[in-house]
């Protein structure tokens, strides 16, 4: 059960330990070290020499190396699915569907790194040049640092490692603290696959001192983070001149047009709303529904909310398990409460049991709410009636992030004035904008972060172009 400090290719096992226990039962499922500032330069230091290897790697060996932890990841699958629902509390499903998500990231990784690949340049093409051999070429970066959520425990990690490890960098990897094990598990696999580059993956736990001495070193060249805004504004002050990758919160909302299939659409709301209970950067937060088929649509969207099984993480018939802690509970209900206290509504019972939080349609809702607003990280979603899109789309884009967005309609005309008109790093038609394709680049806009995932953009992300001119 316990985590130790990756080093390179070597464990070092502290005295002082913190215990991670479940969401769901309690009981200590997991032990990680608590790292030092020191910890986090010693891991520095090894990845800095490190790179020099990696740069000068072979791409058959970094790929086979990827393509090696993606089989071993499949022969772990159920023990690595199982380990993620004890940490996060995620429902062991939908843990197996991440495990293969992160096989694939992996996999798309070394795939696009066979055929990534610079371009010649025409020299003469304007009056002040001259016939050239002329190109450029991407080199890795150098030593890149990944800071990961909880909430994808292994698959954000499979978007940063992946990507910089194929295109030749090393890294050092700062996972979450709520599930340290999955992390431990994931980085052995880099480490002890026969393919490694010696030293070139360091992991490092800790807390805020860990990753500012993390941030704030000169040896890294690119920093990737995923996780909340406030952390992602001290990055940005504090990073200094290097690479920063942002993947940040979100307030993703979608429009409902009176052309649109109301059974489908509200199956879908309902999924994008609630799944992995509702902690997700691109949930369904906000609904704007057109008025004329209002009622109709909210009778369906509570119908198939209705539906879903909240329970144990560990049944196969689970679709919602607890949140990631007590004080996420307390948080979302609090926000539930003070928007009914302000004459909002839930066309569902508001139900509660210790980590369990059920799912909430809201109604009657105003757009100062917090709920609305802000970024909920819970399963709470808002029903807000509008009169067309121009309306919607007004109070779609009048929000700090720009994550993702959709429009449900069957009307072409709208859906080609959704895509140019919403103001989101992700528009999606007829879906719902939690739906992430990994192979697609993905990120946002506003305060919703800087920079794209997705194996080909963050292998652009994480790399350097050399131009070159032989005369």
């Not at 879908?268 to 209970?277: D, E, P, T």
Request: glycine residues 6%; negative net charge; hydrophobic residues 40%.
């Amino acid at each position: 059960m316990d985590a130790k400090i990756y080093f390179g290719s070597t464990e070092d096992t502290k005295e002082v330990f913190s215990d991670r226990r479940s969401p769901f039962s309690g009981e200590v499922v997991s032990r990680a070290p608590l790292c030092s500032a020191d910890d986090a330069k010693k891991a520095l230091k090894i990845a800095q020499n490190a790179a020099k290897e990696a740069k000068h790697s072979t791409l058959w060996q970094r790929c086979s190396w990827l393509l090696d932890v993606a089989s071993k990841l499949r022969e772990n699958k159920e023990d690595i699915a199982n380990t993620i629902t004890d940490e996060v509390g995620k429902p062991i499903t939908f843990s197996r569907i991440e495990v293969e998500r992160a096989i694939e990231t992996i996999t798309l990784s070394a795939e696009t790194m066979r055929t990534m690949h610079g371009e010649t340049i025409n020299t003469d093409a304007m009056p002040s040049g001259r016939k050239a051999v002329s190109y450029f070429v991407r080199e890795p970066a150098g030593v890149v640092v990944a800071i990961t959520p909880f909430n994808f425990p292994l698959n954000l990690i499979a978007h940063k490692l992946a990507p910089a490890l194929v295109s030749g960098n090393a890294v050092v990897l700062k996972p979450t603290p709520e599930a340290p094990l999955t992390a431990y598990k994931f980085a052995k696999l880099f480490i002890e696959s026969k393919y490694a580059i010696k030293d070139a993956l360091s992991v490092v736990y800790g807390d805020a001192e860990v990753g500012s001495a993390l941030i704030t070193s000169d040896i890294p060249r690119v920093v990737s983070f995923t996780g909340s805004v406030p952390v992602g504004e001290i990055i940005t002050k504090s990073a200094g001149i290097k690479k920063v990758s942002l993947e940040l919160g979100g307030n993703a909302a979608t429009y409902i047009d009176k052309s649109a299939d109301l059974a489908y659409t509200a199956q879908k709301c309902a999924l994008g709303a609630f799944v992995n209970s509702g902690q997700v950067c691109i949930s369904l937060q906000r609904i704007y529904v057109n008025s004329e088929i209002y009622e109709e649509f909210a009778a369906k969207m509570a119908k198939e909310t209705a539906k879903l099984t909240v329970g144990s993480p560990y049944h196969e018939d689970t679709f919602m398990g607890p949140l990631i802690d007590e004080d996420a509970v307390a948080r979302a209900k609090n926000w539930v409460e003070s928007a009914v206290s302000e004459g909002a509504s839930s066309l569902l019972e508001v139900k509660t049991d210790q980590r369990l939080f059920w799912p909430c349609v809201m109604t009657n809702v105003t757009d100062e709410m917090k709920i609305v607003c802000e970024e909920v990280f819970a399963p709470i979603v808002s029903l807000i009636r509008v009169d067309d899109f121009d309306t919607a789309k007004a109070k779609m884009n009048d929000s700090p992030y720009g994550l993702q967005f959709s429009v449900f309609t069957n009307d072409l005309s709208l859906a080609k004035r959704a895509i140019e008109e919403l103001e989101a790093g992700g528009i999606i038609i007829n879906d719902i904008p939690t739906l992430r394709f990994d192979i697609q680049p993905y990120g946002g806009v506003k305060l919703s972060g800087v920079g794209r995932e997705g194996p080909r953009f963050a292998i652009e992300e994480m790399t350097e172009i050399k131009s070159v001119v032989i005369n």
